[in-house]
């Protein structure tokens, strides 16, 4: 036997695996039948393929990360690019997947039906459909139709494939739940198509993108990589070839949107500021042209070059200080009287990086913010957040304004008292020549700041015209292999064969998990611990005998043979040298039905088959079964019988003592074999206390001296006490359980009663066994039963 000890138990593989190995044609009939519905599936699934594009994300010169230097060093090494992680949510964007969606008109499909699988097309429909109601409409219809063509100009379309259809003309209006619908062919001929259907869905645009958006994966490359990788896995290859090329290049074409309005904005920012400056500039202009015309001015450059040349670098820093000052005065002035959340404008001069950074990322969170509100609205938790931080960046801006301004104007101060001390020595000059340097500084400072936004705005258009796009395409998309992805016909074989062999194993395992039945005499000798089990014996069809022959060879007689020759064991360990008693046998059940006499019979045919004298005591009064086992069928089967000449039985003896043992006793012959019977007797009104009575002990100790066995028949244990009552007169107690009958929890009980000394010489049998449960082996072997032809043997 194969076992292997854990511990103090001992595991009987064996004994595990033999539900399972009996079992073996449910096992190979499930494999068979998974493994037919897993080639169904694979067969009439519509296979998906992979699609797969590679993109690069290119980087912007002036934004470059703050965290360069520290990459070389691994500083953070394990730490995603996070400029990725935020342009992979840009590309997986709810608004530009709708945008795809509407590009490709994705919300409109067109299936041709067929007997088996149906087909979706895509690109190459032999109709077209064509919508006269808004988009709007549209896109929020969820309907579906079907459409048969029956000719070169007409069609049939009903809503449901078994209603009746309506007949239109190519070109015709049809009435739908998306509004009036227009069918135009879209081949030269419809021959080929003619009888064949389609069906025609329109879903809403928001429940397409979700689907894509959940379909389509994205991941990066290595660490610091810019490389994003695109997948998509589809039914049709072209349509998932378009769904990414177009993901991708409306992409690139919001990011160059996005750059065209910052350079809008900072243009228009900038010409504002050329106008006003261009009326001062005019203005001053004039003004020299006005005093040096009237008080007869020339060139004055030879008297004041000495002090020109001293003043030149305190005239420069105040210059440089009042254009810093006034853009800063102006930006300021912007941001304080922005109402809603508007572009600023960006580069346009001022030397505080912190503000021009601050700029950048405001735009960026405004300009992500248009986009949300495209397909949102203000109450969204993710434009809350975003207003937040856009109010937190406006704060620092307005903070670093005020910071930047005030210091600005002290510098202005400053440099201003250091020129006054400079001009009050060329103020000694001529009124005139003071009045015309006044005129003429306010000139140079007017055109230079002039001339610098012009430079400024030229510089702003440039930038927008060689903005490039924000990826580049490195491969579009294409087919990665020409074997589909799903179903994959290894998986679906291997999951098709264990969900075939897990099927039969769930139920025989699921089955013996909350059996609570005895089965055979191994499973019985589990619970019974010291008590034996002497014998099993197997179950009885309806067509074959109950009543053994004198020499029969049957699996029962042999069985019973077995159990005689097991009991004469234990009878001659317990009686010792005490030959010349006979031998008492009680052969009792848990309730009735478990065949305790058919035991008790045919357990007296096999005695008296060995030249014994035997008699058979039917001790169930309450509901005597000796009399009727004769009756029926096994009525052929007496051969003679010579009964007590008043029909006396048991409950006759008892009650009536007049009545001697002999008058009781009745002689069959069964079989060519004789044996002796004390029927039951007529049903009493008391049995227990009939039982009670001394009479009983006197028949046994008589019929003791006159027969080698006497086997008695008596009531069932678990449903009246009689049994318990004359108990005292047995030698044995054979306790007959019922295979797939007798419940586990009931064995304990005559344990119990033997432990508290109400039993003598329990022993177990197990009846109605069936062939496959038979034994240690299934079978009990050589010689024995009819038999059998193997299945694969014709």
């Known amino acids: 036997m194969n076992t292997k000890d854990y511990g103090n138990s001992a595991v009987d593989f064996n004994l595990l695996l033999k539900p399972y190995l009996k079992n073996w044609k449910w096992f190979m009939l499930s494999s068979i039948i998974a493994l037919v519905l897993g080639y169904l599936k694979i067969r009439y699934s519509t296979p998906q393929y992979a699609i797969q594009a590679k993109i690069q994300i290119l980087d912007e010169k002036s934004t470059a990360s703050e965290l360069n230097p520290f990459k070389d060093l691994q500083v953070f090494t394990g730490i995603k690019n996070s400029s990725i992680q935020d342009e992979i949510e840009v590309l997986s964007s709810r608004s530009n997947v709708l945008s795809v969606v509407k590009e490709l008109g994705l919300n409109k499909s067109i299936t041709a039906l067929g007997n088996i699988k149906d087909t979706e097309i895509y690109g190459k429909s032999p109709i077209n459909i064509n919508f006269q109601s808004p ?93 994003i990788y695109i997948s998509l896995d589809d039914a049709v290859i072209q349509r998932g070839r378009d769904v990414i090329n177009a993901l991708v290049a409306n992409y690139n074409k919001n990011a160059l949107e996005d750059k065209k309005a910052i350079a809008d904005r900072t243009s228009n920012f900038i010409d504002d500021r050329i106008a006003d400056i261009y009326g001062s500039l005019s203005s ?81 969170l405004a300009l992500e913010r248009k986009r949300l509100l495209e397909s949102s609205n203000e109450k969204n938790p993710i434009i809350l957040n975003l207003d937040q931080q856009l109010d937190g960046l406006k704060r620092s801006m307005q903070s670093s304004l005020n910071s930047m301004t005030n210091n600005l104007e002290l510098q202005v101060n400053s440099l201003s008292q250091q020129l006054s001390r400079i001009n009050s020595r060329i103020y000694s000059a001529p009124k005139n020549e003071r009045a015309l340097r006044d005129i003429s500084r306010q000139q140079q400072t007017t055109e230079s700041l002039y001339l610098y936004l012009l430079q400024k705005r030229e510089e702003s258009q440039i930038t927008f015209a060689s903005a490039s796009p924000k990826s580049k395409i490195i491969d579009d998309a294409y087919l990665v292999s020409d074997i589909p992805v799903a179903p994959r016909r290894s998986v679906t074989f291997l999951i098709s064969l264990l969900l075939g062999l897990l099927i039969p194993f769930s139920i025989i395992y699921s089955r013996d998990l909350f059996d609570n039945k005895i089965h055979n005499k191994a499973n019985l000798e589990k ?88 008699l058979l005591i039917g001790a169930d009064i309450r509901n005597p079964k000796i009399y009727n086992f004769y009756q029926g069928k096994n009525v052929d089967k007496l051969l003679k019988s010579t009964q007590n000449k008043d029909n006396l039985g048991l409950t006759d003896f008892i009650s009536d003592e007049d009545i001697e043992t002999k008058d009781v006793i009745s002689s069959i012959l069964v079989n060519n074999q004789s044996i002796d019977i004390i029927f039951s007797g007529k049903i009493p009104p008391n049995p227990t206390e009939l039982l009670m009575s001394e009479r009983v002990n006197d028949l046994f100790r008589e019929v003791k001296q006159k027969y080698d066995y006497i086997i008695v028949d008596t009531a069932p244990l678990m449903v009246v006490s009689d049994t318990l009552l004359i108990s005292g007169n047995a030698n044995q107690t054979l306790y007959v359980t019922r295979a797939g009958v007798t419940e586990t929890s009931v064995v304990q009980f005559p344990i119990q009663l033997q432990k508290e000394g109400k039993l003598k010489g329990l022993s177990f049998i197990v009846n109605g066994v069936k062939s496959s449960n038979l034994g240690y082996g299934g079978k009990y072997g050589y010689g024995y039963g009819k038999p059998e032809k193997k299945w694969w043997k014709f």
């Not at 042209?289 to 001293?310: C, H, M, P, W, Y």
């Not at 030149?312 to 300021?332: F, H, P």
Request: with cysteine.
């Open 527 to 614: 619970l019974t611990g010291d008590v034996p089990v002497l014998a099993e014996l197997p179950k009885i069809s309806k067509k074959e005998e109950t009543l053994i022959k004198t020499d029969e060879r049957t699996v029962l007689a042999e069985s019973l043979r077995i159990l005689r020759t097991n009991l004469d064991y234990v009878l001659k360990s317990k009686m010792g040298g005490k030959d010349n008693v006979g031998k008492t046998i009680f052969i009792t059940s848990s309730v009735p039905g478990e065949g305790k006499t058919l035991v008790s019979f045919n357990l007296s045919m096999i005695c008296a088959n060995a030249n014994k004298k035997v």
């Open 135 to 227: 988009d709007s409409i549209v896109y929020k219809t969820k309907t579906a139709f079907f459409v048969t063509i029956t000719s070169d100009t007409s069609f049939e379309v009903f809503e449901e494939e078994d209603e009746p259809s309506k007949t239109y003309s190519f070109g015709k209006i049809i009435p739908s739940p998306a509004g009036d619908i227009v069918i135009t062919p879209n081949a030269i001929s419809l021959k080929p198509y003619h009888g064949k259907s389609y069906e025609i869905a329109i879903t809403p645009i928001s429940m397409v993108a979700e689907i894509y958006q959940e379909a389509i994966s994205f991941t990066s490359g290595e660490e610091y990589s810019n490389i």
């Open 284 to 364: 001053v202009d004039q003004s020299a042209e006005d005093f040096k015309a009237g008080r007869g001015i020339a060139d004055i450059a030879a008297q004041t070059s000495v002090n020109l040349n001293i003043g030149a670098s305190n005239q420069q820093e105040l210059q440089n200080a009042s254009v810093q000052l006034d853009i800063a005065t102006s930006m300021k002035d912007i941001v304080d009287n922005q109402e809603a959340y508007e572009l600023l404008p960006t580069n346009i001069g001022l030397d505080d990086g912190t503000i021009a950074n601050t700029t950048a990322r405001y735009n960026e």
